[in-house]
């Protein structure tokens, strides 16, 4: 009898699927030039599971118990793990274990505090910083302001375990996503004077995925699209 989540998971993914290769024909992209990271917060690792069957590789994740936990489950599976939640400095050892991209670098202290946890591991960690492209919101969902993003490339730089790939960004809800998608991407081309290799853009969401898209981005994070929506928060 066929699972019924793996066939509802496989729906979904394929209609995200296409809109991500229907955006890239609009904006003139190359698909294979976007990853579809999968946010499986609040799912069960059986879900990762699932996803990785599906050809799903990319996994995201904002919390770090849950984070951890699915990734020691799920060990078997050759994945990709994204950290995208807010990150607490006492949380970087647990983190650099298991993270192979951490998405939120957004302040000094936790240059520090993760350039000594990946350092303590012999570890060269890949990590984003993430920018706040919602001044409204002061620094409530986390992210840097513009202004202190090339300070943190610099600190970043000087931290031999870390290595900076880029910018991560969420966009302001209930407004047009594109211009805070395009001053994600003007701070990205800022960024790559200093460190060229520096090149990923993770921006997009279930909602917004289009715009992302063709304001430049080459990492999706999508959850209620893929998953379903997502069961109350814990
Ligand atoms: C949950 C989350 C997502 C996924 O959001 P959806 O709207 O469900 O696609 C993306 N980015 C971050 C930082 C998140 O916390």
Redesign the pocket.
Known sequence: MPDPRETELAANLARTRARITGACEVAGRDPDSVTLIV?T?FFEAEDVRRLAGLGVRDI?E?RDQEASAKHTECADLDLTWHF??QLQTNKAKSVVRYADLIQTVDRASLVSALGKAAGGIDKCQDVLIQVNLDPATGSGRGGAAPPEVLGLVDLIGQQPSLNLRGLMG?APLDADPRPAFETLAGIGADVRQIVPSADIISAG???DLEAAIECGATHL?????V?GS?PTVR
């Open positions: 946010v917060k995201g904002n995208i939640g969420v969401m279930s909602g994070r999508i959850g209620a699209a998953m997502r």
